[in-house]
């Protein structure tokens, strides 16, 4: 596939969505949201999940490494994704149980909303969580049965990551930011 040849030249991060490249949120560190928090968010997910993905045989990944929701016709790229299987290839996965992307104001609607419908519609995605940058909220929607239910978390609480088995604290994901 040609998006994911160039990908690999491309000096910027690009999703593909329905046959169109983009930069995920802009196509430089000052247009994509980037900022320390929203680093220290990253880190603090990855870091607090890593013991436990790893004692279960997941993977967890960054954003560095693709989703490929083929369904969709749609490669993106979630700040951090767990997969009970190995990838299939080398450049992306095609079956997490958990994604969050963590909102930043130019990203808001794409993870409300487009990205919210395509993660969604994954069968083996147990977990999908939304966190805000610049506030202590968090919104899970965690898969019961067929049908997908909503925790929104502000300020102090838990959510459960039921394919991990384990909960996640406010305090855990934002420690050191807020």
Not at 101 to 108: D, L, N, T
């Amino acid at each position: 596939m040609d998006y994911l040849r160039t990908e690999r030249e491309s000096s910027f991060r690009r999703e593909y969505v329905g046959g169109f490249w983009y930069g995920p949120h802009g196509e430089a560190a000052d247009e994509d949201g980037a900022s320390a928090g929203h680093g220290l968010i990253k880190t603090n997910l990855l870091g607090t999940l890593y013991p436990t993905c790893r004692g279960l045989g997941f993977r967890l990944f960054s954003s560095q490494f693709k989703l490929h929701i083929a369904e969709k016709a749609a490669f993106y790229s979630p700040d951090v994704m767990g997969c009970l299987d190995a990838p299939e290839d080398d450049s992306y996965a095609t079956s997490p149980c958990l994604l969050a992307e963590i909102v930043s104001e130019r990203s808001e609607w794409t993870d409300r909303h487009a990205k919210y419908h395509a993660y969604t519609s994954i069968p083996s995605l147990q977990t999908y969580l939304i966190v805000e940058q610049d506030e202590r909220r968090v919104y899970a929607y965690e898969r019961e049965g067929g049908e997908w239910e909503l925790q929104e978390l502000a300020g102090r609480g838990s959510v459960h990551i039921s394919c991990l088995g384990r909960t996640l604290s406010l305090d855990d994901i934002y420690a050191w930011v807020l």
